[in-house]
């Protein structure tokens, strides 16, 4: 059985966090709005480029939300459900609370804080 990793987007005006499938081909998203979700018939190869991108909203939108025929989107519930990494062997799946919207503009209001006090140094 795959494991899953979530990978929290901090840089993306649109995404939140991402976690890709690979035995389904599943891209599972959830956006800074709160909508979450998974595109059906994802690569790893697109996964991994959407992961390379400058932009992963803009690549998310120009390469996977553009053909809803061969990337239908399935919106789905408030969580994901994934097996625990922190074990060798297979759990019961928990429950991962995704950060909230305050949240994600409070870490980046610290990380402008903080490039300004470097740029200050300077």
Do not use: C, W
């Not at 709160?34 to 992963?56: D, V, W």
Request: glycine share 4%; proline share 3%; aromatic share 8%.
């Amino acid at each position: 059985m795959s494991r899953y990793k979530v990978h929290q987007i901090t840089d993306s005006s649109s995404l939140s966090s991402v976690q890709y499938k690979d035995d389904k081909h599943e891209l599972h998203v959830v956006f800074q709005s709160g909508a979450k979700g998974y595109y059906s018939n994802i690569s790893q190869t697109k996964f991994t480029m959407l992961m390379n991108s400058e932009s992963k909203g803009k690549f998310l939108h120009a390469n996977i939300k553009s053909n809803p025929k061969k990337h239908p989107f399935t919106r789905t519930g408030t969580s994901v459900s994934i097996v625990n990494e922190a074990s060798d062997s297979i759990q019961k799946p928990k429950i991962l609370e995704f950060p909230s919207k305050i949240e994600h503009l409070s870490s980046t209001f610290h990380k402008l804080i903080q490039s300004s006090k470097l740029n200050r140094s300077e």
